[in-house]
């Protein structure tokens, strides 16, 4: 039985764009051969389910064979994924593009290539350039939580380290983000239908519950808590806060919930206590 031949390499390459993503740059070359973009991608990986799925998990082999057809190194290629990125902050890339540059957008291109900054859920600021971000089809958006823009840049940072280059701190930028998001309750309880508004983030940025209830916004789970832009610096400051605070504060968040909510909040901040706990015990072990 003779073994199916490896997809040849591509007669004609189209160079990436800088911080291009690898399912638009294999989109952009469908478009050019004229045929869907699974088809392209299943040609050059007849496995692969999905464009999304190469972007979050990429064998070696695969980018080897990837690399053969594309004529790119294979670490090119890897930096144009998301592969680096931990697992547990796969819930802050968003599934389409949801924020861009208006200094680093590639602008009248077509197709309109996808870069990997305008998929990072954490950020409120370009990677490249350092502007502010901005809303597609939009202008400048003002947040309502200016006032917290050093704190929001600072949790940006945090996230952006755990994420991208798996520097951490005492403990993890993304869960303590996620627990933020969790609901809170408030005295006196409210009517039933406006318990939605309450978050824990609310109990640091006191600012959130009034802007969420002017503008009925529902916000996201902690399942995947990525903010609209104008309001992820709050969400972002928060972290930083708690961050900076220490252990003690998630225990004293602990206070703003009863019930379930309560018992799920106290077991993930005890787990991260307690591992904050090790590392420094470990760290500390390794300067004797």
């Known amino acids: 039985m003779t073994e199916t031949a490896p997809p040849r390499q591509l007669p004609v390459r189209l160079p990436p764009y800088p911080d291009e993503l690898l399912s638009s740059w294999i989109s952009r070359h469908a478009a ?40 790119a190194k294979p670490a090119v290629l890897r930096r144009m994924t998301f592969i680096n990125v931990p697992k547990s902050s796969h819930r802050l890339i968003a599934a389409r593009p949801a924020q861009t540059c208006a200094r680093c957008s590639p602008g009248s291109a077509e197709p309109a290539p996808i870069l990997r900054n305008q998929l990072l ?25 200016r006032q917290n823009h050093r704190a929001a840049l600072r949790g940006e940072k945090l996230l952006d380290d755990e994420a991208e280059r798996g520097i951490r701190t005492w403990t993890s930028a993304t869960e303590i983000a996620r627990l933020l998001l969790m609901r809170r309750v408030i005295w006196p309880l409210p009517r039933e239908h406006e318990l939605w508004r309450y978050r824990v983030l609310g ?58 909510n309560r018992a799920r909040f106290s077991d993930a901040a005890e787990n991260m206590i307690a591992q904050a706990g090790t590392l420094r015990a470990s760290r500390q072990m390794q300067l004797i």
């Open 32 to 71: 050019f051969y004229a045929v869907p973009p699974l088809v392209m991608l299943q040609h050059c990986l007849p496995e692969a389910s999905s464009l999304r799925a190469v972007d979050l998990h990429l064998s070696g082999d695969q980018e080897v064979r990837l690399a053969s057809i594309f004529a």
């Open 203 to 260: 109990a640091i940025i006191p600012d959130l519950d009034h802007v969420v209830a002017e503008q009925l916004q529902n916000l996201p789970t902690p399942a995947k808590p990525i903010l609209p832009l104008d309001m992820r610096p709050a969400l972002l400051a928060g972290v930083a806060i708690v961050e900076r605070a220490g252990p003690e504060m998630l225990r004293m968040l602990r206070g703003h919930m009863m019930g379930d």
């Open 121 to 145: 859920g954490w950020r409120i600021t370009c990677v490249h350039c350092g502007t502010l971000l901005r809303g597609f089809g939009k202008g400048e958006l003002r947040s309502p939580f």
